[in-house]
């Protein structure tokens, strides 16, 4: 089936503007569904309200667009005023972006910082922030109301390729760059560097917090996908499996499933906790041996974007085409023609996925299907329990393989 358009957002051109530089590496959704972000290519982030988007999109004809968003926004501050309503902004960053990522306070998760007497910023309930990984090394945090610089953290001796907020409020933030680490930020500590995490034997693509920010996934220019322990700051274990460069990770929204995308032409969904293959999507047929899936490079994976509905993934690639599959089937279930496209991402409510190419943005809706009782109870159960925890219930076995998303 034929994925249905529902709007597109175009950089501005100029005559005489490179092709080269242009490329929108990152696009991102406010965590609240208030914002959505994306790098017009050369050194400019724009900012634009999501609801404003979807009404945009509306009146140009586009039809059957959910905006179920349009009900919580504009998004208002405690006492009823006007201060965070929405704005769009265009933000120069100075240096090519890479990668972007929102991220949202809650005042109870304190920083891990021992002195805590004095901080430069106090990050109520009401911010967001906007983080920006540069060609330089930098990261710039940027007040996503204001579109006002923060903090300018500067570790990296490369460029910053990804960026992953913990989903818990905490403001940790961690970044993956072509150093070969990662870096761990406090923000509620003023941006202070906790930790390098070091492992990587070459570039790192990308990064991505487990649901309950307690495990961080990375990959890069290896085959291998790193799990990492982020109460100890420790590696759990390696993932193997890939036949080339690991480029992007998610995992699922109950945290029990992850997806990898390779540019051995494959997206593998694992159990992260036991690190078992579980699900392969190809995007060449027949799928290339090992010695040969570096040479596929019309059909080398992108990107991969897990659904809020825990049912769907999506996928980009280089053969002009995105992709929808479901996790419980072997083909795709929803196709849309893409040139050059280099990153996705799903809305916050999961009903439309955004890809970027070339300065720009295209959006579609995504596969709509009510979730039977059995996934929604599997995902309640996975947001608590482990692989091992549910081995262990006192159940019968082919349950524990319909928990273990293995039938």
């Known amino acids: 089936a034929r994925s249905r358009t529902v709007g597109e957002l175009l950089a501005p051109t100029s ?38 988007c979807l009404q945009n999109f509306l009146l140009h004809s586009t039809k059957n667009v959910a905006n179920s968003l349009s009900a919580r926004l504009p998004r208002q501050n405690s006492d009823g005023g006007q201060k965070n309503k929405p704005c769009e902004h265009v933000i120069d960053c ?43 090394g930098r990261i710039k945090i940027w007040d996503a109301y204001t579109g006002k610089l923060l903090l300018n953290l500067m570790d990296h001796t490369e460029v910053v390729r990804d960026l ?46 487990s649901p309950d920010s307690s495990i961080l996934c990375s990959v890069g220019a290896s085959k291998a996908v790193f799990l990492w322990d982020m109460d100890k700051y420790s590696m759990i274990r390696k993932l193997e499996g890939h036949h080339n460069d690991v480029v992007a990770c998610e995992f699922s929204p109950d945290g029990a499933l992850l997806a990898t995308a390779s540019y051995d ?8 906790y036991i690190g ?15 010695i040969f899936a570096g040479g596929a490079n019309d059909r ?52 439309v996925l955004a890809a970027g190419q070339d300065g720009s943005v295209y959006f579609w809706a995504t596969p709509r299907q009510v979730s039977s009782l059995q996934h929604l109870c599997r995902m309640a159960i996975r947001r608590v329990m482990p692989t091992s925890q549910v081995k262990n219930l006192p159940i019968p076995s082919k349950v524990v393989e319909f928990l273990c998303y293995q039938i």
């Not at 050369?42 to 634009?48: A, C, D, F, P």
């Not at 805590?116 to 990984?133: M, V």
């Not at 032409?265 to 992260?272: A, F, G, M």
């Not at 078992?276 to 090992?290: Q, R």
């Open 15 to 52: 005559p005489f503007d490179k092709k080269c530089g242009r490329e929108n590496w990152t696009v991102a959704f406010a965590p609240d569904g208030s914002y959505f972000a994306w790098s017009q290519g050369h050194r400019i982030v724009k900012l634009v309200p999501w609801a404003q």
């Open 94 to 136: 100075g240096d090519i972006v890479w990668s972007l990522a929102f991220g949202s306070s809650v005042p109870e998760k304190q920083s891990r910082c021992v002195n805590i007497e004095w901080h430069r910023f106090k990050f109520g309930q009401d911010q967001l922030l906007l983080a920006t990984g540069l060609n330089n």
């Open 164 to 209: 992953t907020f913990a989903p818990d409020g905490s403001l940790i933030l961690v970044s993956a760059s072509r150093d070969k680490t990662l870096r761990v930020w406090d923000l509620k500590d003023d941006g202070n560097m906790m930790k390098v995490l070091r492992g990587h034997q070459n570039w790192v693509y990308g990064c991505a917090f």
């Open 265 to 272: 032409t494959r997206v593998y969904v694992w159990d992260p």
């Open 276 to 290: 078992v293959i579980l699900m392969e999507f190809g995007h060449l047929f027949p799928p290339p041996t090992p």
């Open 300 to 351: 080398w994976v992108r990107s991969v974007s897990f659904s809020h509905d825990g049912l769907h993934i999506a996928s980009l690639a280089d053969d002009k085409m995105v992709r929808f599959w479901r996790i419980d089937e072997e083909y795709p279930v929803q196709v849309a023609p893409l040139n050059n496209g280099l990153c996705c991402t799903f809305s916050t409510d999961g009903s």
